[in-house]
């Protein structure tokens, strides 16, 4: 955790992934409400397998500033599922000065 992080700012190509992943999160719902909207709840495991793949992905591939300090740093993934978030940037405290910010999101490399 306290080794220094590969990282970048999130590009286009970055956003298009992760809004192709949420729509592959999404697509199992509307599949299932067409070819068997009397049964919708056909949908919720595939759901939650996919959105568990893609929080894993994003946990893993995913590392934080600190507004504060500078620090980057990456998190466990029951954080990144769990920790409030707006866009780019999540509520997290750093674990080098240990403030709390509105943490910048940055794709993380090797
Ligand atoms: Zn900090």
Avoid at 64 to 89: I, L, N, Q
Wanted: charged share 20%.
């Amino acid at each position: 955790m306290t080794q220094p992080l590969r990282t970048r700012e999130p590009d286009f190509r970055d956003r298009l992934r992760y809004g192709a992943m949420i729509a592959a999160v999404i697509a199992p719902v509307v599949i299932v409400l067409v070819v068997a909207p009397d049964q919708p709840l056909y949908a919720l495991p595939v759901v939650f397998a996919l959105l568990f793949l893609l929080i894993l992905y994003h946990a893993r591939n995913t590392a934080y500033r600190c507004k504060h300090c500078g620090h980057e740093f990456a998190v466990p993934v029951w954080r990144d599922a769990f920790s409030p978030h707006m866009f780019e940037t999540k509520y997290l405290r750093c674990p080098a000065c240990g403030k709390r910010s509105w943490a910048k999101a940055l794709v993380r490399e090797g």
